[in-house]
């Protein structure tokens, strides 16, 4: 079982950055793939970025185009964390942001992730 915790959510002007973070408490991390989705209000809940085991020491990153290119993710296996760095914030980046994990493949579907977070809120003021 794997609890998740997000904070670093905010107000943030357009072009701005804010630096989310999702730590992990449970028994295994390194193995558990982990992503970050959000949603707007009004919305479905959609994929933001990802980090996936594959195998080892070995991560896979990946991200939707629409935040390609200004968001990282990273995690920390040692600390048990997860982090989305987010700059060049746009108004549509306005969403609550949630972390998830799952011991298994996750794709892109917010479906293929068993465990997630409250969720935290991310405002992007033009």
């Known amino acids: 079982q794997v609890q998740l915790v997000e904070s670093g959510g905010g107000l943030v002007q357009a072009g701005g950055s804010l630096r989310l973070s999702c730590a992990a408490y449970?028994?295994?991390?390194?193995?558990?793939?982990m992503g970050w989705f959000r949603q707007a209000p009004g919305k479905e809940r959609e994929f933001v970025a990802a980090?996936?085991?594959?195998?080892?020491?070995?991560?896979?990153?990946d991200y939707a185009d629409s935040v390609k290119g200004r968001f990282t993710i990273s995690r920390d296996n040692a600390k048990k964390t997860v982090d989305l760095q987010m700059n060049s914030l746009k108004p549509e980046d306005t969403a609550v942001y949630y972390c998830?994990?799952?011991?298994?493949?996750?794709?892109?579907?917010?479906?293929?992730?068993?465990?997630w977070g409250q969720g935290t809120q991310v405002s992007v003021s033009s």
């Open positions: 449970g028994r295994t991390f390194s193995s558990y793939d």
């Open positions: 998830a994990a799952d011991r298994s493949y996750a794709s892109r579907r917010a479906n293929d992730y068993r465990h």
């Open positions: 980090t996936r085991w594959a195998g080892g020491t070995t991560y896979d990153v």
